[in-house]
């Protein structure tokens, strides 16, 4: 639109200098030099009309750009306010549902039953359907009381409990109410048979389940626990024996009972000669179980070695809680 204004007048300018010219020629009564000021006039005008011209058309372009972003801004509300449309349409058609189709209620009452054992925890939810109910809204990943153990399922809450996609099943959590691990070690001979080792320096005692100096363990929450005990033995000269051998027997107790057992056995051994004995065992316990180590055989003059070095150590920790037993 410009550059058609700025022709327009230049070629408006130059017919002036011909019919001007013309003029001249014929004997009009204007001199040159007035008829030069006066071209140099309209031009400057021309010029000046040309800037405001561009000046008007950069505005238009601003303001075209600003409609633009308007209009941009205006289209992502509209998204979000579908969208909020639709929670609302969703939440509306639920609770029509409910009020009118109280079959569906108890439909969906008789098929939660089936985790009611978890629901009837100090009112812990254990489903979707459970949190919708609670007032949550927005989707996402939740965690939920499971059977024996807290799972973590994906709900959409867009979606009614019937609907396909509504709650979807993730896995299970690592949920301890308190942490249970321990790394025990001896620096001293131990000779007692039937009797729970002690143990002298903790490395780690969290939870302060594990008693040094009787060597128990009391299991302060119900779930599965890992242990694991290393004794290095020293062997008397098996020459005496009318087999030629040395053995070495450790057990681990469990209230009492024997749950397992290390054994060692050397033949042609001399005397002051060091080998391991090891056990280890995953248990279900319940809160107050104990568990210890004892030596349960070793040949005459064998005994249970240790130093600085600290070559017998004893370990455990909770793998998993029984979270529900807990509450």
């Not at 209009?71 to 998204?79: F, H, P, Q």
């Not at 799972?151 to 099943?169: H, I, M, R």
């Not at 694991?228 to 062997?235: D, E, H, P, Q």
């Not at 009318?242 to 749950?259: C, D, M, R, T």
């Amino acid at each position: 639109m410009v550059h058609f204004f700025v022709t327009s007048f230049t070629q408006m300018g130059l017919l002036l200098v011909l019919i001007c010219w013309t003029s001249s020629s014929t004997g009009a009564t204007f001199s040159l030099e007035e008829e030069f000021r006066q071209l140099k006039e309209n031009y400057i005008q021309i010029k000046e009309d040309v800037k405001s011209l561009e000046a008007k058309d950069s505005q238009l372009k601003s303001l075209e750009s600003k409609v633009i972003q308007l209009e941009s801004t205006v289209t992502e509300l509209k998204a979000k306010v579908q969208q909020q449309d639709s929670l609302l349409t969703s939440i509306l058609r639920e609770k029509n549902e409910r009020t009118v189709a109280t079959d569906t209620d108890s439909s969906l009452t008789s098929s939660n039953q089936n985790n009611q054992s978890a629901v009837a925890i100090n009112g812990l939810p254990s489903s979707c359907d459970d949190l919708k109910m609670m007032g949550h809204i927005w989707n996402g990943i939740y965690f939920v009381m499971g059977t024996a153990k807290i799972e973590s399922v994906y709900c959409d809450f867009t979606k009614l409990p019937n609907d396909a996609g509504f709650q979807k099943w993730i896995g299970y959590a690592d949920v301890k109410s308190v942490p249970v691990y321990f790394y025990v070690q001896k620096f001293d001979y131990f000779y007692t048979v039937g009797t729970p080792i002690p143990f002298e320096l903790a490395r780690m005692n969290i939870g302060n389940a594990m008693d040094l100096p009787s060597g128990i363990f009391t299991a302060p929450r119900p779930g599965t626990y890992f242990f694991s005990f290393t004794g290095l033995t020293n062997l008397p000269d098996s020459s005496s024996n009318p087999y030629n051998y040395a053995q070495f027997e450790v057990k681990l107790i469990l209230n009492g009972q024997s749950i397992g057992t290390g054994y060692l056995e050397e033949g042609n051994t001399i005397n002051n000669q060091n080998d391991q004995v090891t056990i280890h065992s995953t248990l279900n316990l319940k809160s107050g179980d104990r568990v210890w180590v004892v030596i349960a055989a070793m040949a005459t003059g064998a005994f249970l070695f240790d130093s600085d070095y600290h070559c017998t150590h004893f370990s455990g920790f909770l793998l998993d809680e029984d979270i529900v037993a807990s509450l």
